[in-house]
């Protein structure tokens, strides 16, 4: 089902309007608010809600041929490398202490001798270099030019371009994974069903995202940077993730909050509000600490979230 529109303007080839839920099909979206690109232009963008489901979705946001303008900056983390300033060094710090994490949680979860693993949205490469380092067999998918070369340097990997992607063959890998990518991915649906191609019947994808009925989004509201607009076209809930893998013949058999996202959203949207730096850092912490504390004992209250996930025996039998 085509639930995209080229634009308000129909002469407009450059924004998409989506006209239906991607998860559940409903063409009743309401406007729940409107959101600031606080990273880069400055612009507007409207948030809409699925009546039916509660999906929530960025709307009238730029085409994949001009959205790389929105992340061409130094200031793109996951694109660079750069350690300038304290955000960037916090990130960078949680980053190297998920690694690790990441691993452990891959190789206790995964199938299979060797592990085959593909990263779609590899980014500059750390994830891929650590699992590498593992002596699994690893591949990478990243559609930025410059992270894409930035991760061959670093891995020797012949990462591939986002277009190759659709060109993999079925039953290729035991191991999926998404590091907070798939909210980015214009194509949703497309991607979930041919991510359950290429995954072995014993094999796992594993998707991290931000999860927009956390604690923390609830304080922020419109100003909660993990909705990060235009850059996230999608902002996920556990039962709207459950709902879009299942209609994919995926079942979710583990669900893991990340407790460190907290700080750093909480971080990000006090300089949104335009928080002085003593306020900034004391409040953010306070609802980082209450974010983490919360999710402790309701994991759907977590910041972020992993999602490890199989196909169904239904899927399975199928094939």
């Known amino acids: 089902m085509n639930n995209r529109t080229f634009g308000v303007n129909p002469y407009d080839m450059s924004i998409i309007t989506i006209t239906s839920c991607p998860i559940c099909g409903c063409n009743d979206l309401k406007k729940a608010f409107n959101a600031v690109d606080h990273f880069a232009t400055g612009e507007v963008f409207p948030v809409c809600r699925c009546s039916r489901c509660g999906f929530h979705l960025t709307n009238d946001f730029p085409s994949e041929d001009i959205i790389g303008q929105y992340y061409d900056s130094p200031d793109y983390i996951s694109h660079s490398d750069s350690k300038k300033g304290l955000i960037h060094r916090l990130y960078h710090f949680f980053r190297k202490r998920m690694l690790r994490k990441k691993i452990s949680l891959v190789a206790s979860q995964a199938t299979g001798n060797p592990i085959r693993l593909l990263e779609i949205g590899c980014g500059t490469g750390h994830f891929l270099e650590a699992a590498k380092k593992e002596g699994w067999l690893v591949s990478g998918i990243e559609k930025d030019e410059k992270a894409r070369k930035s991760a061959i340097n670093r891995t020797g990997l012949q990462v591939k371009k986002e277009d190759e992607f659709w060109l993999l063959e079925n039953n290729s890998f035991n191991v999926v994974t998404l590091w907070h990518v798939l909210e980015h991915l214009e194509k ?32 922020y509201k419109e100003l909660w940077a993990a909705y990060d607009i235009p850059r996230h076209l999608w902002h996920f809930t556990p039962a709207t993730v459950e709902e879009l893998l299942s209609k994919h013949g995926l079942t979710i058999i583990k669900k893991i909050s990340m407790p460190l996202d907290a700080f750093y959203i909480s971080l990000l949207s006090e300089k949104y509000r335009g928080s002085n730096l003593f306020i900034r850092y004391g409040r953010a912490f306070g609802v980082g600490t209450i974010g983490f504390l919360r999710s402790l004992s309701n994991p759907a209250q977590a910041s972020s979230l992993i999602y490890i996930a199989k196909k169904s025996e239904e899927t399975n039998r199928k094939e």
Request: aromatic share 6%; net charge negative.
């Open 188 to 219: 949703l649906n497309e991607t979930i069903h041919k991510i359950g191609e290429i995954t072995t019947p014993d094999g796992i994808v594993v998707i991290a995202l931000p999860n927009c009925h956390s604690y923390d989004a609830g304080f």
